[in-house]
């Protein structure tokens, strides 16, 4: 029943490594998101796809890449991991492009060693 | 770019008061501003939204104002309850053409003690 679910919710790697969280959604909404919550707490935003399409793209690393297979799907692959990627990475989604409210997963909380 | 304040202190408020956000921002109004819900180890919850043509809104406990001249928001937690204790983000929308790109504050955490 999860509408926006992410995995892995914990990951811990070590610097240099390759690595991927999944998002799904079930709520039929066009539009996905992610966000980065430093700890500092701010959620900033780093990439939105509508329909597979991306749209927004934020000042990030070309270390991270996202990939849409399907409009239920966002997930985002980080190479070379480095320390300042530590941080929790939120997946959300809107009904579609412009839409109002977002809804958000639970998290996941990528830790760098 | 656009900077959002909201009050970094925790909000500590007995049980039955009004707790009230500030959320501030320094240029441009946007189309519309939204409150959010974040628990610990959760990702955020959506509140409200209010429209920049609107002044206040409402939802239950909740109440929202949206003052363009001052470029403040303000949140109101009405009749407060411990399970209110969270923080509380403010969002504003920063595009013109509506792709619904968010910018958040850094979040007020409020404590409600019985």
């Known amino acids: 029943d999860t509408a926006v679910s992410q995995t892995p919710k914990y990951l811990v790697t070590q610097m240099g490594n390759d690595k991927s969280i999944k998002c799904e959604q079930n709520?039929?909404?066009?539009?996905m998101y992610w966000y980065k919550q430093d700890s500092k707490k701010f959620l900033k935003i780093m990439f939105s796809?509508?329909?597979?399409?991306?749209?927004i793209n934020e000042t990030v690393p070309n270390r991270f890449s996202p990939k849409s297979p399907d409009k239920a799907h966002l997930n985002l692959h980080i190479n070379s991991l480095e320390l300042g990627d530590s941080a929790v990475y939120f997946c959300a989604s809107s009904p579609y492009r412009g839409s109002t409210e977002a809804f958000f997963g639970q998290g996941t909380r990528l830790t760098v060693v | 770019s656009q900077k959002i304040e909201q009050n970094s202190e925790a909000l500590n408020i007995q049980e039955g008061k009004t707790a009230t956000l500030t959320c501030n921002y320094t240029n441009y109004s946007p189309a519309y501003l939204q409150w959010y819900r974040q628990d610990p180890g959760r990702g955020p919850v959506f509140l409200l939204l209010i429209r920049e043509n609107e002044k206040e809104k409402r939802k239950e406990r909740l109440k929202v104002t949206f003052d363009t001249t001052l470029k403040q928001s303000l949140f109101h937690i009405t009749a407060s309850q411990p399970a209110d204790s969270a923080t509380y983000l403010c969002a504003l929308d920063m595009t013109t053409d509506s792709w619904g790109k968010l910018q958040f504050g850094a979040g007020t955490q409020v404590v409600v003690t019985p």
């Open positions: 796809y509508n329909n597979k399409e991306l749209i």
């Open positions: 709520l039929g909404h066009d539009t």
